[in-house]
């Protein structure tokens, strides 16, 4: 069971920045060429979902990882509140929609998860409607993933609430950031502990698992995220296409 005001939002102790940015250039640029031989081969695909509280970092983490891969084979879906369209159908109908086809990658800077997040902690949507939608999760994921090869990377971005503090008034100082600035952000920081509770019931209700990301240092949080896209595309074992050793491609 995993409780997060037990894990800690730091990068172990000891680790050297310097070396870890060295790294993390390395592995993005690894990224990008395995990225390239995914999207030529069309076998698989990735959904890496970032979820976390605001100012957790999505948008610069997706700008880190993949800054040297094609954008013709990664997109980037965000989730906002569903328009009147979306609110009309299932709450998976938008999520289904924009799902990854095999060859490529794709990001949801949030996600489903949302519904059972926030909806929750307003209390828009009661507990048995949270259980069942839960199970709706799991079971729209083993369908991503057994019937489309997709292999999904599910990232919580650990951020504490101190550190958050700091996020959300950097925004309201420094110009280059104004824009970012939302007040219902700050509405939302007063639910701190009821969205801590939806979170781990999410992560713990999961099947599949969770990866919990320390982001209070954006080095070490773009290093940890790199490292699994890139161990995940390794374990693919993937090889482009040669239509001249094997003529019967041409034929698909």
Not at 62 to 78: A, L, M, Q, W, Y
Request: with cysteine.
């Amino acid at each position: 069971m995993i409780k997060l005001s037990e894990i800690s939002t730091l990068p172990p102790e000891g680790t050297n920045e310097k070396s870890i940015r060295k790294l993390t250039k390395k592995i993005c640029a690894q990224i990008a060429e395995l990225q390239n031989i995914m999207y030529a081969e069309k076998k698989h695909s990735i959904l890496l979902i970032l979820q976390g509280m605001d100012a957790s970092g999505k948008d610069g983490t997706t700008r880190e990882v993949f800054k040297r891969c094609s954008p013709i084979g990664v997109k980037v879906t965000s989730f906002k509140k569903p328009t009147e369209e979306e609110f009309a159908h299932d709450f998976l109908w938008r999520i289904h929609k924009v799902a990854p086809q095999k060859g490529m990658i794709r990001v949801f800077n949030r996600s489903h998860y949302e519904d059972i997040l926030i909806q929750r902690v307003h209390n828009w949507i009661d507990d048995e409607r949270v259980s069942k939608r839960m199970a709706s999760i799991n079971a729209f994921e083993k369908l991503l993933q057994y019937d489309n090869n997709t292999t999904i990377i599910k990232c919580y971005m650990h951020l504490s609430k101190e550190r958050q503090g700091e996020k959300l008034k950097e925004r309201l100082d420094d110009p280059s950031k104004n824009w970012k600035h939302n007040p219902a952000d700050w509405k939302e920081r007063e639910l701190w502990d009821e969205y801590m509770t939806a979170y781990e019931y999410a992560i713990n209700q999961s099947e599949i698992p969770w990866n919990i990301i320390p982001v209070d240092k954006r080095w070490y949080r773009n290093y940890t995220i790199a490292k699994l896209m890139l161990n995940t595309l390794k374990s693919f074992d993937m090889k482009l296409p040669n239509f001249r050793t094997n003529p019967e491609l041409l034929e698909e």
